[in-house]
């Protein structure tokens, strides 16, 4: 690239203006591979409810670090 493009002219260079198009086109494409093969590869969501006002009893082991969970026995 030979030319010489200063920011507060009205118009880029034509080689660059291409340059600088094709970039964003190969860019744009990019990101939208990369979002549609995250939504096929992530699956769907598991199948799950919130109970709201409803108590249930745990027992188990408190862990406190690295964060406080609750250690329970699986059946």
């Known amino acids: 690239m030979s030319d010489f493009y200063v ?11 291409q340059f600088v198009r094709k970039v964003v086109f190969v860019l744009g494409f990019l990101a939208v591979s990369l979002a549609l093969l995250l939504i096929v590869e992530l699956g ?7 109970v709201y006002g409803e108590v249930r009893r745990f027992e ?5 670090a690295p964060y406080r969970t609750l250690l329970v026995s699986r059946p």
Do not use: I, N
């Open 7 to 17: 920011g507060y002219l009205p118009k880029a260079p034509s080689t660059l203006a």
């Open 44 to 50: 769907p969501f598991a199948r799950s409810t919130f």
């Open 60 to 64: 188990g082991m408190v862990e406190a």
